[in-house]
Each structure stands twice: as C-alpha cells, then as structure tokens.
C-alpha cells in the first residue's frame, strides 16, 4: 500500500519559511489526490489544502498568500511551502493520500476521504 513519509518540520521564528516534504512510494503522486492537514495543540486537524496532479487549493483561510504546493514529480515528493509563518502555524503537519475524484483540488475533503497517512512533522513558530 502507498507509504508517505514527511520532512522538514522544525523550530522557527515568525517571519522565516520552512518547506515539508511528503516522500511518497508504493504510489505515484501523479496518480493520488494527495493532501496536506495540520493539528495544533488542543485543536482539531485542520484540512491545509489538497489537489490532483497539478491543480491544488488552499483551504485553510489564514494560510492563503503564505503557503504553496509544489511537487517534484521524478523524486515522488509532494511539498509544503511555508512563508512568512506566524505562531498559530504551530501544528503538527500532516500529508495524505486517497484515490482521485473530481472534487480533488476543487473542495474540502475529509479526513475519511484519504486512505494513507504520514507519520507528521512538527512545526513549531515563535514570536
């Protein structure tokens, strides 16, 4: 089954940029609607964003102008560009991986609605 493993969580300050990285095998991210959540502390997991091939949303309000998704499609690894980060970005983050529909990258999904999970990457932004 499709194994995803993220990187490139850390300690920052407010201001700086962090990029997470979702290594994905046994599948190929071209062929997954692949997303990215976030959990802060306390908090519900949050959905970040999501997409299919190379159309992907925002959908978390705050993030919007601040974070991007890129894809390196020869390595199989799904991105999370993290500029100008703030306090509340402090979460874990997650990436995940389901089967491709037509509302991948077009609305909020649910968790339920992706199969495979990473393990997350904790991302900790002081002021």
């Known amino acids: 089954q499709v194994q995803l493993v993220e990187s490139g969580g850390g300690s920052v300050q407010a201001g700086e940029s962090l990029r997470l990285a979702c290594a994905v095998s046994?599948?190929?991210?071209?062929?997954?609607?692949m997303g990215w959540f976030r959990q802060a502390p306390g908090k519900e997991r949050e959905a970040v964003a999501n997409?299919?091939?190379?159309?992907?949303?925002i959908y978390a309000q705050s993030v919007k102008g601040r974070f991007t998704i890129p894809q390196d499609n020869a390595k199989n690894i799904l991105y999370l560009q993290m500029n100008s980060l703030k306090p509340e970005d402090t979460a874990m983050y997650y990436c995940?991986?389901?089967?491709?529909?037509?509302?991948?990258?077009?609305?909020?999904?649910?968790?339920?609605?992706?199969?495979?999970w990473g393990q997350g990457t904790q991302v900790t932004v002081s002021s």
């Open positions: 046994r599948g190929t991210i071209s062929d997954l609607c």
């Open positions: 997409g299919y091939r190379h159309a992907f949303d």
């Open positions: 995940a991986a389901g089967p491709p529909g037509e509302y991948c990258g077009r609305s909020v999904l649910s968790q339920g609605y992706f199969h495979y």
